[in-house]
Each structure stands twice: as structure tokens, then as C-alpha cells.
């Protein structure tokens, strides 16, 4: 039956429900107000094999879609070619004569605040993870984490393992503004992939169903990140992970038997064949795709955990790699040209970044603290020497940045290094660089040696210009000067004390290593001979 409304309740309801109308809301919860900051780094990851830096393989689809969901940075310059001081620079702001961390063993001076530190004293939860044995708590790496998470070689080596532990992390801080570093170490030496990421470039298995279907996983344009059911494979530093498919490549036989000293391997005493080089440049790039699938599962993850909208996320190389470049193999500490310095680095934020925007001003890793700082709204220390690049993440303007560097002093376990004319930092070499030129100075006893390089014209930097343009030299050399006036160790030589540090090294951490080439293999090689297995 109908029911009709008596007119007199009407004037009540009325009442009543303006009254509704007046109460206070529910209590709801306030949104975060902080953004949270996930920092990702990843090992001997070069910008030019990237596609999104214009590498004609597709080597990190997920690594290019945050850069497209955000900014690209197109000239991003490490401050070392190596891993202490180059994520010393990004933790602190600093370049390596300021934060003091010169070599490998070394640790970052408990008086300096780290970026970790920062936002902890602004009440993130903060947690560190990465599988690398130079960055254990001796490293001095753990200022400002809550947990420092560094496990032993054999409990892992592989960004599966990292990338699951962090998702754990997240689903139980996701209710507080958190910062989260991870450091992937996979791409590194001695780039061994699990199948199908270590056969994805060989001409033999490109019939093969699980290459097939990951490449086109890694092909196929799309928005959201998707890892392949593959990054569920354990990987890591084993070489039988790669012998089967390579059975007769002598640098992976070389490596695998120690037959000879990296430094052999290392500064191109050994003329390998081609197609032998070829082949490591192929697993360095399945490295490449395994480290990014893995990625992809975390940013999926914090997407699914429903963080995404409201987290700062950047990615970026530590260093590079040189794989037969100006005469360096496998390996990255000890020069200072573009291909283990130039390094990709991308940084979203919804909301606060437009999508699709690229930076072609050079800038530096040791930017990345006081970005992420002001990020944050928090306040920029003035003693870092890094600035902050949000006005470029915005469209707008900065001064013209120069990028300083320096490299690896003389290892006295790899004798025969060659181009190292003085024990200690003063052998070290420096460099200055901006959009278009470099300056390198190596140091020698005759005579400082100068290389000038044109980037625009010759980014391979072939050619030597420093005695067809001295004006360009000249134009650059008082910064350099400057930069290495204001440093108080520069011809410090602390070798003994470095030797002594790797002695009292225990025997896990001095395996992984040595697998990985920072340390020699100690055996009795007549390395200053040229051999010839072409």
C-alpha cells in the first residue's frame, strides 16, 4: 500500500535534518602529509645501455617507464667510478675529498649527517638493504637507518631476493612516511644472469619458448609494471649459472678457472677475441633485464600496497662499466671517461612531476640528497655541496652545475695498473666537466698529463683535444684547480693502512670479492706480458 506523508511531520523533518546537516564529520584519518622516498641504485649501470638514453636494446623497460611517469635526467655524472665514495656522494651531497671516502676499504665519518639521518629527525621510518660486502656496517653506511639489512654472500646475491625482502618492508610500514634504499648489485662483474636472462642476446637460443617470451614481455609498450614469471629465478655470482651456454669463451673459462689475474682481464693484457668480448657485453645486458624485472615486482608491489601516489621513487646508476672501452674490461674504478661515469637517473612524483619530463642540463648524483630533502620540505643543509634540482623537475631554471670526479688510487693488488704514476690519492685522477667539455688531469712525475674531450662531437671522447684547443682547457682548468685546492688529503697516501684493512677482511667477504674483482686473485703471473688467445 502507498503511504502518504502527514504535512505536519514535514516542518520536523526539516529540522531534523538541517541539524544532520550541521554535525561534525566522522573523524577520518589525515592524509600523510610527508612524501615517502624509495631510492633505488643499481650497480655498474651504464646510461648508454639504456633504451630510454637511446641503447638499441630494450634492457630496462621498467627503469625508462618511471622516467616517462616522471623526469629523466639525460647527463647524470657520478663523482667516482666506484662504489664507496660514488654512493658516499649521493648519501651526503658531497663530492668524495668533502665526505672522505677515497677508496675501497673506507668508512663515511660519523660526523657527517646523511640523508638517512635527515629524514629519520623528521620522524620516516628509514631502512637500508643491499647485498654489496664493501656497504656492511663497518662501511658507516647504516647513519640514520632504523634497519640495515646486509646479508652474507652465500645467504644471496640477486634481485629477487632484495626486491622481496623490500616488498615485506613496505607492507609493514606503509601506515608511516618511510625512506627505503635499496642497492641492486647484480649488473656487476661477473655477470651471470639465471637462463633465459643470460641467453636473451645469444644467436643460438633465439627460438627458444622462455627468450622468446621474455623479449616480448620487454617489447611490449605498456603503462603498468609487469614483471616476467622468470624474475622469480634466483640469480647471483656463479658462474656455472653461464658456463653451460658460453662452454668455450675463454674470459668466462678465465675467470671461472683463475687462471689468470684480473689485472690481465682487466687492462686488456690479454687480447681476447671479439666474439668473446661480445658475449660478456650480452650477459652484462641479460643482468641488465633480470635486475629490471625485479624492479618492475617492487614497483608493482608498492603500486598494489596502494603507496604509489604519495612516494618519491628514483633510480639511479652508482657508476658505470667498461666493456672494452679506452682499453678497460669488465670492470669501472680506474679512469674517468663517460662510460663509468655517465649513469641514468630518473625521479617520479605524482602530482609534483609532470610526466614525460626530460633534463638535458648536466647534473650530479651528489643532487640527488638535497632533491630529495626538499622534496620532503625539509630544509637543505648548507655545507652539502650538491643542490637541489627540483626548479628543473618543475620547468624551471638553474645555474649551470659542474661535475667534478675522481678516480680509484693505485691498488697494490693489481700491480701493473697502468696509468697510475703515484701511490695513494695523489695518483689519483681528476676531472671537471660540463654539458660539453672535460678536462681530465693524470697525474705524473714528468708532468701532469691533460685529455680534452669534445661531448658533443665525440661522446666515445677519441679524440684528445687538448693540444689543438688549449683556450677550452683553459676555460676549465681553474675550477678543477679549486675543487682539488679545497681538499685537504689529496696527496695523502694511505696504501698500508688500505692493505691492512683487506687483510683483516673474514674469508666470505673476501671471496665475494674477489668474485666480483675488487680483489685479485693472488697467484704468480708474468702480467706485464701481452697474450694473445685471438
Known sequence: MKRILNPRLIPLLALASALHAC????????????????????????????????????????????????????????????TLPSLASVMTGRTPPAHGVRNHPAALRPELTTLAEHLAG?????????????????????????????????????ARSLSLAAIEWLRRHQDNPFFLWLHFIDPHLPYTPGYPYSVLYHPDYQDDSKVQHVRSMIEQPRDDFRPSPYADLSGGPYLDLVLPHYPENPILLDLATRQRQRVEIFFGKVRYPEPAIEQIRDLYDGALVYTDDNLARLLRALSEIGLEKNTVVVVAGDHGEALGDHGLYFTHDFTLYDE?????????????????????????LMDIAPTLLELADLDVPEDMEGVSLVPLLENRSLPYLKAFAESAPKRPLFSGQPRVYYDGNKGKWRMVRDDRWKLILIPHPD????????????????????????????????????????DPDREANRTAEETEALEELDPATRQQLEVLGYINNLINSESSTIKDQS
Open 122 to 158: 623528521a620522524g620516516y621510518d628509514t631502512a637500508a638493504m643491499t647485498r654489496h660486502s664493501w656497504l656492511k656496517r663497518r662501511s658507516g653506511f647504516d647513519q640514520g637507518f632504523d634497519e640495515y639489512y646486509n646479508n652474507k654472500f652465500w645467504a644471496g646475491l640477486d
Open 340 to 364: 663509468v661515469l655517465r649513469v641514468p637517473l630518473v625521479v617520479r612524483m605524482p602530482g609534483r612531476i609532470a610526466p614525460g619530463t626530460t633534463v638535458a642540463q648536466q647534473v650530479r
Open 447 to 486: 708532468g701532469d698529463i691533460f685529455e680534452l674531450y669534445d661531448l658533443v662531437s665525440d661522446p666515445g671522447e677519441t679524440r684528445n683535444l687538448y693540444e689543438e684547443l688549449p683556450g677550452e682547457a683553459a676555460k676549465l682548468w681553474p675550477s678543477l684547480q679549486e675543487w682539488m685546492r679545497k
Open 23 to 82: 554535525r561534525a564529520p566522522e573523524p577520518v584519518d589525515p592524509p600523510q602529509s610527508k612524501p615517502n622516498v624509495l631510492l633505488i641504485t643499481i650497480e655498474t649501470l651504464r646510461a648508454d645501455h639504456s633504451a630510454i638514453y637511446g641503447y638499441s636494446r630494450n634492457t630496462t623497460p621498467n627503469l625508462d617507464r618511471v622516467g616517462q611517469q616522471g623526469a629523466v635526467f639525460m647527463q647524470a655524472i657520478a663523482q667516482a667510478p666506484f
